[in-house]
């Protein structure tokens, strides 16, 4: 299986734009890359995912490097709501989470 | 709104009383997973579902079993809880197997704790 290696935490002010980096450097070329995240006493929650472009939604946006060996969570303005575990799974047939990124957010 | 339902949102049992979690969902999906999540710790992915067809993880201990009546439920047995069983359950879905680019929808968990 692919595995990803993320930053243990992470801080943010309110409003502030947030990158989340994710490694991904065994990753095959079929392997999607996810983002989920976690807030307290909740399941995690799809973010956003990708296979080789950037890519945009409502929640947040993900910057896929050229090689596909690492990206980018982006948060283009961090709000308190945004305090969870986020969780970057390279992966095609199933998710397998790794450690993932806790991001605190402060007012 | 269309979700996953676990019930209940907490379950306490006896050290080697048999336990079943429920898991709901309005979905349609032909897939349904359960996952173990310790404190602290990422959620563990301990089997699933593709239809009717049971895929256990190489690692999943015997004492987990499964079972899915029809499409809209799916169970977690536990044969005989012991203390290191304590955690929370997550039950999810996706549309169709392999994930690909398909997202999984969680329900919020059912936290279980053995006395």
């Known amino acids: 299986d692919a595995k990803t290696t993320q930053p243990n935490s992470m801080e943010s002010n309110e409003e502030e734009p947030v990158h989340l980096p994710c490694n991904h450097s065994?990753?095959?070329?079929?392997?999607?890359i996810h983002w989920y995240r976690q807030l307290p006493s909740q399941g995690p929650e799809y973010v956003i995912h990708?296979?080789?472009s950037n890519v945009n939604n409502r929640m947040a946006s993900l910057a896929i490097a050229e090689d596909r060996k690492s990206s980018t969570l982006i948060l283009h303005r961090a709000t308190l709501r945004d305090a969870a575990v986020y969780y970057c799974?390279?992966?095609?047939?199933?998710?397998?989470f790794g450690t993932g990124t806790r991001l605190q957010v402060f007012p | 709104d269309a979700m996953v339902i676990q019930n209940p949102r907490y379950q306490v049992t006896q050290f080697g009383k048999p336990v079943t979690l429920s898991c709901s969902q309005t979905?349609?999906?032909?897939?349904m997973y359960w996952y173990q999540q310790k404190s602290s710790q990422a959620p563990k992915l301990l089997f699933h579902?593709?239809?009717?067809?049971?895929?256990n993880e190489a690692d999943t201990p015997d004492n987990f079993q499964s079972r899915r009546p029809n499409t809209s439920f799916c169970f977690l047995d536990i044969r005989s809880p012991g203390l290191g069983d304590a955690a929370m359950y997550l039950c999810?879905?996706?549309?169709?197997?392999?994930?690909?680019?398909?997202?999984?929808?969680f329900g919020d968990g059912t936290r279980l704790s053995i006395l």
């Open positions: 999810a879905t996706s549309s169709h197997w392999p994930l690909g680019n398909q997202p999984q929808h």
């Open positions: 065994t990753i095959s070329g079929t392997d999607y």
């Open positions: 990708g296979l080789t």
């Open positions: 799974i390279s992966q095609t047939d199933k998710l397998i």
């Open positions: 979905l349609n999906h032909n897939v």
């Open positions: 579902y593709y239809d009717k067809d049971f895929n």
